[in-house]
């Protein structure tokens, strides 16, 4: 008698919806009100960036602003799907998404209160590698570019979506395997969390700009931190996103573009799709708090069924908290030109997240006609783990 083995049957992704959209417009949300003071408010209050410039009204206009203006971070919030929608494009069943980095540029337009932003959105490659996480994963660039309302350029992203067979990421229980019990911290370890957040608050309150000539490499930046991450900051984030609030958006197409990518399924497991006829009565039947893709990031069970095994953070707002950070070391009269951001790991439930930075370039002249230095930041929670490496170019006073 002959034993007979039986290979396993290969998992692969069906890419059928995908290749004829490689390089071509796509469309998508467009908020309908202009930014508010309210909306920049609650972004830095989600993000825990509490600048004064962009909360405080009294203190805004006494400086060169003349008033409150947002973060450098806010092009993010005023975009549809955090920026992703361009790098999730094509129906793939059963799958799944998360964010795998950003790329943005900024060229020098702040945005103010009664300012709209509007998007031009183009499906740019892809890749499929095999990964321990969910086996075949597709690794997807798409690429933003913002406007203002007077058709200045405001920045451009370039983000990065992992989509993987969310069965396979739930089988292999990576994170299941490598995380223990959510953190339990002592009130001794909150306290000296706290002293750390309150003496990053304070190390540039006023926004004086360090000086290009006087910055060298090998110096540091002041050091951040923010958490412990709990579901409660994982909807002030959600929610600090417009386009999560009923009603924010319509969805908007390219022109001459045949077929375009506006909103069809992208395939969504069960329990994870919206339904947006049955929205239009009852807008929770697109509400990713309750019904949509989202739902993982604040409930511990259905992160499980995506492979992510307890409640976990946002991609988008992790490329945020990199360029708040930044913006707040160069204050007033500098700024944020480039980053670049490599997501390793979400910041899950019960974690805290630090950053640490280091200068390790000077440019006297650049690309942007202005010096910048370069600035590499490393994001890792309270066991040294890398959440995110950033590299950064950013302008200084001369």
């Known amino acids: 008698m002959t034993n007979k083995t039986t290979k396993p049957a290969s998992v692969e992704l069906d890419l059928s919806d995908v290749d004829h959209r490689v390089g071509k ?78 790329e943005w540029w900024f060229y020098g337009c702040p945005v103010r209160p009664g300012d709209q932003l509007f998007q031009e959105r183009r499906f740019h490659d892809y890749k499929v590698t095999e990964t321990k996480f969910a086996g075949p994963t597709m690794f997807s660039r798409g690429d933003t570019v913002h406007t203002n309302q007077h058709g200045t350029l405001v920045a451009r992203e370039r983000s990065t979506a992992i989509r993987y067979l969310y069965e396979e990421a739930t089988k292999r229980g990576m994170f299941e395997n490598q995380l223990g019990e959510i953190k339990r911290w002592t009130q001794t370890e909150l306290e000296a969390v706290e002293r750390l957040r309150r003496e990053w608050l304070e190390s540039n309150r006023k926004g004086v ?8 490499v090998g110096d540091t930046l002041p050091r951040r931190v923010i958490g412990p991450h709990s579901i409660a900051s994982f909807t002030t984030e959600y929610r600090a996103f417009l386009f999560n609030i009923w009603g924010t958006f319509q969805w908007v197409a390219p022109p001459g573009i045949k077929d375009p990518w506006i909103y069809q399924d992208p395939g969504w497991g069960k329990d994870f799709a ?85 200068i390790v370039d000077k440019q006297t002249e650049s690309a942007w006609g202005v010096p910048l230095v370069q600035v590499k930041l490393r994001l890792t929670n309270q066991n040294g783990e890398m959440l995110v490496g950033c590299t950064a170019e950013v302008e200084l006073p001369l």
């Open 274 to 358: 919206f339904d947006e006829e049955d929205a239009k009565i009852d807008p929770r039947k697109r509400d990713g708090l309750y019904v949509g893709p989202s739902r993982g990031h604040i409930d511990a069970d259905r992160a499980s069924e995506v492979g992510m095994a307890r409640a976990y953070g946002y991609g988008a707002t992790m490329g945020a908290w990199c360029t708040d950070y930044l913006a707040y070391w160069a204050g007033h009269d500098g700024m944020v030109r480039h980053t670049k951001a490599d997501f390793r790991t979400p910041a899950f439930e019960g974690d805290v997240t630090y950053f640490d930075a280091e």
């Open 25 to 102: 417009p796509i469309g998508g949300g467009q908020l309908w009100d202009p930014c508010s003071s309210s909306d920049v408010r609650r972004w830095v209050m989600a993000m825990d960036y509490a600048n004064p410039l962009h909360w405080d009204e009294q203190f805004a206009r006494d400086t060169k602003f003349g008033g409150i203006v947002a973060p450098q971070s806010i092009a993010v919030a005023l975009d549809y799907g955090h920026g992703a929608a361009p790098a999730c494009v094509g129906h793939i069943p059963n799958s799944h998404l998360i964010f795998g980095g950003e």
């Open 209 to 216: 700009s360090p000086r290009f000539d006087e910055v060298k």
